[in-house]
């Protein structure tokens, strides 16, 4: 694959702080190789701009593989931008071209709130899990590992819904900012495994009322959410999660 | 000349043949009244598998616990990364593993320069690992029955790891996350996200807590505790360029070693053999290709120096299948020190790759003629996803392009039996301790390490130290906490004031780059000189000339990045004046002086056998060298063969 050189013009949102109110800024950056990730044009753009005098972009980051889901960038719109089942860390700079226009915000949701530049707070996310996102099973407690065996098939679709990243992608996404997916996520895997199965009435429904208490917004079904996620996660988890929903909330009735 | 101590250093192992060592020592420990758990408070520095898994488990005993991480989650710890898998002795597969023979594997892998009795714990653990994460909903690959699945991996004759796709430590890691967000629900422990630990505070000699900086607020903050557990990572960033996160740094490790700590085998680093080469002087880190997929791959150059035909046109007769040719029985799957080298050896030889010549091939061609190509994107597709995103090539049509780079330190701060350092009350678990991979750490044996330490081991030892110690409560202004603070406070300002030309990245750079030219994958004597030399030189130029915009009191990623530079910056010396010392080669510290007239690593029990743990003595001091002696009751030293 040959390597280019791109001329582009980014337009960077640029926040001082929480209760700043925020702007674009736009900066020219030249030579910029099409086999660099994304955050490597942005490490050259900080570099360009600390020789400057001018303060860099700040940006979260860490695995930088795909994994970690510390990253996140809205880039020309699109959550981790334009490639599929694509974190922002992972895409190269061989999908723009010369002379592009290229926007870059935050994640923007008010569960979310901008700490600087283009970081996040996600702790939201944390709260859901500690709200009911595990298996209640202390340290020394277990029995061994194969005396409960789960069908390939199913343990298939728990990892599924266990591959989610927690980037919140879906929530930058979704029109209504939900974080329907990463909580369905999360309920799905622990729903189809036996070992998940004593808690999951109180599970599905305590991360539920975390994540409205958060600020979240709610589904309308429009799977802006799974056509954005890095890990693929499916809508039909969401549909599981209602189905769990719903369950538990007769079960609670009774 | 090096200055060595005169006593050595006493492990704390007990008596007794090794299968019992364990159990009696968990009867000889002193207990906490599970009453008084309540009245500890214990910090836990990161939360990745060795301090989430130790911050839970401590929080399910009634301990209090305070867990810190530098990222904005706890879920971030670059654990999730490792794809692979974990090693158990469950012999679930009946093809005669056995505890002994993951203890002995484990031993040997390292090149016997891992303390016996410590390995021969884990080994025992393993299996407890596993069963626990299942319980907690790790979703563990299984067969159509039913049962877990398992595969061989990383220089192993038995099936014996456990794996979650190529996702693994992700799967581990939330595994032990949720156990741990499960107890800040119920109020055991309190999270502080955000926070990087600048400080050790030690009173009266004894750990008793830590001055962190609120990355997002810029405020320093002082915590108290009753002991202090270290779970931070290896320093494999002091090479710039590594299969670590962006964020890994020696900066929590190293302020213990300023305030007494001692730093073992710092020289112990692992280079992993297969990773996507460089591809630009922008590259900002490395990725790893699981080893997994030498299971299938097949590793080769081309025979002819220089030829740059496609791969597809080189015939069989004259490609060199160099891992098959050297080691016949282990072939492609040699353990990773010796596949790293033996890529090596070629490149430098001139049978290297692709632009750069740095580089060879990892073939999937006869496998994919074996077993179609679904079966291997059954087992390797989001490896192979990824390969193709970062180099626009298709490894089912094209072979992988690979290289070795840094991917793990064995190394990390002294500990005894108890995974307590000299410091009593300062507790280091999982990689940013030295005690169980030797010189060389096998495949799929970092996660068994991280949580056996963290699930197993910790919960049980740490009660001995609260039990039998004196300790007062400690106020946020007793002075040791204030001078902490106040030492934190100035470097900081120290960093803004100089006020220089050059970036914190561009140093950073520089510094890998030498580190990996003279202290990387072979070492010599002239180049470690020369190495520490050029460290001094640039360790001054940073401080005359080093650029950090911004200011301490808010959310500053330069500042971040420039505290744990600096003390890369004093830590890279200590890991050149370790490799200069050992005048041996084994595992992953290989000196070109010592090797056989065929290329192995050439390794001397007679005078190396210890392990080095080097004490702090101020920035422009020699260092003092400790020794650990070495005492193998149970399995003799041989030389390492893979042929």
Redesign the interface.
Same mark, same amino acid.
């Given at each position: 694959m040959s390597n280019h050189l791109l001329n582009l013009n980014l337009r960077v949102w640029r926040q001082s702080g929480p209760n700043d109110g925020g702007s674009f800024k736009t900066y020219r950056l030249s030579g910029v190789s099409t086999h660099m990730s994304f955050l490597e044009m942005l490490d050259v753009l900080n570099e360009q701009l600390i020789a400057q005098g001018e303060e860099p972009v700040a940006f979260d980051h860490d695995c930088r593989e795909g994994i970690c889901g510390m990253c996140s960038l809205m880039i020309n719109g699109q959550a981790h931008g334009p490639d599929n089942a694509t974190t922002t860390c992972q895409l190269h700079m061989r999908r723009f071209s010369d002379g592009d226009t290229v926007t870059i915000e935050p994640w923007r949701a008010s569960a979310f709130p901008v700490l600087r530049d283009l970081v996040v707070d996600r702790s939201a996310f944390d709260r859901i899990i500690a709200a009911g996102g595990f298996v209640s099973v202390n340290t020394g407690n277990a029995p061994d590992g194969n005396a409960i065996l789960v069908p390939g098939v199913r343990q298939e679709v728990a990892m599924d819904g266990a591959a989610c990243i927690g980037c919140g992608a879906c929530v930058a996404a979704c029109k209504n900012a939900s974080a329907m997916l990463f909580v369905s996520a999360k309920v799905s895997q622990l729903a189809v495994l036996p070992q998940g199965h004593p808690e999951r009435n109180a599970r599905v429904l305590n991360m539920v009322a975390q994540m409205d208490k958060e600020g979240f917004g709610s589904c309308t079904n429009t799977s802006e959410c799974e056509a954005a996620c890095p890990a693929e996660v499916s809508v039909s988890h969401i549909a599981r999660l209602n189905r769990e929903y719903l369950r538990a909330s007769i079960l609670a009735g009774n | 000349m090096v200055r060595v101590a005169s006593d050595t250093l006493n492990s704390r192992v007990p008596d007794g043949p090794l299968q019992q060592k364990w159990d009696k020592h968990r009867f000889d420990l002193k207990l906490v009244n599970p009453a008084n758990k309540r009245k500890f408070t214990v910090i836990v520095v990161g939360t990745g598998l060795a301090g989430g898994?130790a911050a839970?488990?401590m929080a399910?005993l009634g301990y209090n616990v305070k867990a810190f991480c530098f990222?904005?989650?706890?879920?971030?710890?670059?654990s999730? +990364?490792a794809q692979g898998g974990i090693n158990a002795a469950?012999n679930?597969q009946n093809d005669g593993d056995s505890v002994w023979r993951l203890f002995y594997d484990t031993l040997k892998g390292g090149d016997y320069r891992a303390r016996e009795a410590n390995v021969h714990r884990l080994a025992q653990v393993s299996t407890?690992i596993?069963?626990?994460?299942? =319980?907690?909903?790790v979703?563990?690959?299984?067969?159509?029955?039913?049962?877990?699945a398992n595969r061989s991996f990383g220089g192993a004759q038995v099936s014996r790891t456990f794996y979650?796709?190529g996702?693994t430590g992700?799967?581990l890691l939330?595994g032990a996350?949720?156990?741990m967000?499960?107890q800040?629900?119920a109020g055991k422990i309190k999270?502080f +996200?955000r926070r990087e630990m600048l400080e050790l505070i030690v009173v009266d000699g004894l750990a008793r807590g830590i001055v962190v900086r609120n990355l997002?607020t810029g405020q320093l903050e002082t915590h108290t505790a009753d002991a202090v557990v270290l779970c931070t990572g290896g320093y494999g960033n002091v090479y710039y360029l590594s299969?670590m +996160?962006?964020?890994c740094n020696v900066t929590a490790a190293w302020r213990c070693a300023r305030k007494g700590a001692l730093f073992a085998n710092p020289c112990y680093t692992q280079i992993h053999p297969t990773c996507i080469p460089v591809?630009?002087d922008?590259?900002?880190?490395l990725?790893?290709m699981s080893e997994s997929l030498r299971n299938d791959g097949r590793v080769w150059v081309p025979m002819a120096k220089g030829d740059k035909r496609s791969p597809d046109q080189i015939p069989d007769a004259e490609r060199d299948y160099y891992l098959e040719r050297r080691y016949p029985s282990f072939g492609n799957l040699a353990p990773r020190d010796i596949s790293s080298r033996a890529a090596k050896e070629r490149c430098d030889a001139g049978n290297g790759v692709g632009d750069s010549g740095l580089a060879v091939f990892l073939d999937f061609r006869d496998a994919i003629k074996r077993d179609g190509e679904d079966v291997i994107r059954k087992k390797y597709g989001n490896l192979f996803?990824?390969y193709n995103?970062?180099?626009?090539?298709d490894p089912y049509k094209q072979p992988m392009r690979i290289f070795p780079a840094v991917h793990y330190t064995m190394g990390g701060l002294w500990v005894d039996y108890n995974l307590m350092s000299n410091v009593p009350g300062l507790y280091v678990l999982g990689e940013a301790n030295f005690s169980d991979h030797g010189a060389n750490r096998l495949g799929a044996s970092a996660l068994m390490q991280g949580l056996s330490d963290g699930?197993?081991v910790l919960?049980y030892t740490i009660g001995d130290h609260l039990a039998t110690s004196k300790l007062d409560k400690i106020r946020d202004d007793h002075p040791a906490c204030m001078q902490a603070m106040q030492e934190a406070q100035n470097r900081i300002n120290k960093l803004i004031a100089v006020q220089g030309k050059r970036?914190v990245? =561009?140093f950073h750079r520089e510094l890998g780059l030498l580190m990996w030219d003279q202290c990387g994958m072979a070492r010599n004597r002239k180049g470690l000189i020369e190495a520490i030399d050029r460290i001094r030189g640039l360790r001054d130029e940073y401080w005359r000339d080093v650029?950090v915009?911004?200011s301490g009191t808010?959310?500053?990623?330069?500042l971040e990045k420039a505290g744990r530079v600096a003390d890369f910056m004093e830590f890279a010396e200590l890991l050149a004046t370790d490799a200069l010392h050992r005048e041996e080669s084994c595992g992953g510290h290989f000196r070109e002086e010592y090797q056989t007239e065929e290329g192995e690593a050439a390794r001397n029990d007679a005078d190396f056998s210890y392990v080095g743990a080097w004490e702090y003595r101020g920035t422009e001091q020699e260092p003092i060298l400790h020794k650990e002696p070495l005492v193998f009751e149970n399995v003799k030293p041989s030389t390492r063969s893979y042929k």
């Open positions: - | 898994s839970a488990s399910e990222q904005d989650s706890p879920r971030r710890a670059h999730i +990364a469950k679930y407890s596993i069963d626990q994460c299942v =319980s907690q909903g979703p563990f690959a299984r067969e159509y029955g039913g049962t877990l979650c796709r996702q992700q799967q939330l996350y949720q156990a967000m499960r800040l629900g999270l +996200a997002t299969t +996160a962006k964020g591809s630009g922008y590259q900002s880190k990725t790893l996803h990824m995103k970062i180099t626009a090539e699930y197993f919960p970036s990245d =561009s650029r915009l911004g808010t959310l500053n990623q330069s």
